[in-house]
């Protein structure tokens, strides 16, 4: 389907009624699941756990496997989506993973069912990934709002950094570093559209990362840079930083700052 046939598929008119109910509609469905009300409580235990603290998250660009791990010991850190692929390259583990797309739920399904790190799922997780202690399921909501507290909804942002950014936000830490944010993809097309992966993947820190003929939605890197303002703003009105530590790259929208200086400073 072609981009102007997709845009006829829109509604003519904006209906806020139509809009609030669908949104009602579709946290009425979350909420009347009784996997929801234990997911809501595992949430609240982490809020300000780690007040005053610093945290990494480790974004899946290329660049990650230039970082020095060493660093980062003893520094909470978030991996996201595949993260676990990089267990064979280093002794390195994160203190937590963030998952929020249904693709990688689908590729990746049988290490979130075996690992003990403590993940962080958006509720279509529960289709694959089986609720345990460690598991943490929230659920994501359509308002373009940054999440301070996520023990009601997050906003996905399109990207899955942005959901990191509010659990960070929400666990209390002031201070929280971006490495591996290449904001850079080697694979081009339509933003937000499926597409099949084609040979080596070339955008993330594994060839393998999407594997030759794996299904993945390729990135809006406009929508990325709108939910980091979203969080750069909301960081700095409350007194914290929110820095980018990847060495290279194309994000320029946040402070940078070296990995060693962040941590060390």
Not at 127 to 145: I, Q
Not at 151 to 172: D, E, I, K, P
Not at 212 to 220: A, F, M, Q, R, T
């Amino acid at each position: 389907m072609s981009n102007p046939d997709i845009a006829r598929l829109g509604h003519a008119t904006l209906n806020p009624y139509r809009v609030a109910a669908g949104l009602a509609g579709r946290r009425l469905l979350w909420d009347v699941r009784p996997i929801s009300w234990s997911a809501r409580a595992k949430m609240k235990r982490w809020h300000n756990r780690f007040a005053g603290q610093k945290a990494v998250i480790l974004c899946n660009g290329p660049s990650l496997l230039k970082v020095d791990f060493e660093l980062m010991k003893g520094v909470f850190t978030f991996g996201l989506n595949k993260i676990n692929m990089l267990f064979d390259k280093t002794d390195f583990r994160p203190s937590s993973v963030v998952v929020q797309q249904e693709f990688v739920f689908q590729q990746n399904k049988d290490f979130y069912n075996e690992t003990d790190l403590p993940l962080f799922l958006a509720s279509i997780g529960t289709k694959y990934v089986r609720d345990r202690p460690n598991v943490v399921f929230y659920h994501e909501s359509g308002p373009r709002h940054f999440a301070r507290d996520c023990n009601m909804s997050q906003y996905g942002g399109h990207t899955v950094t942005y959901t990191a950014m509010q659990l960070a936000f929400h666990m209390g830490f002031t201070e929280v570093a971006l490495v591996g944010c290449d904001h850079n993809f080697a694979t081009k097309g339509p933003a937000n559209m499926t597409a099949v992966a084609q040979g080596p993947d070339l955008s993330h820190f594994d060839p393998n990362y999407f594997a030759h003929g794996s299904n993945w939605v390729l990135p809006d890197l406009f929508q990325n840079e709108v939910s980091y303002h979203s969080a750069r703003e909301q960081f700095e009105a409350f007194g914290r930083r929110l820095v980018n530590a990847t060495d290279g790259g194309k994000l320029e929208l946040l402070e940078r700052q070296t990995l060693r200086d962040f941590i060390e400073g």
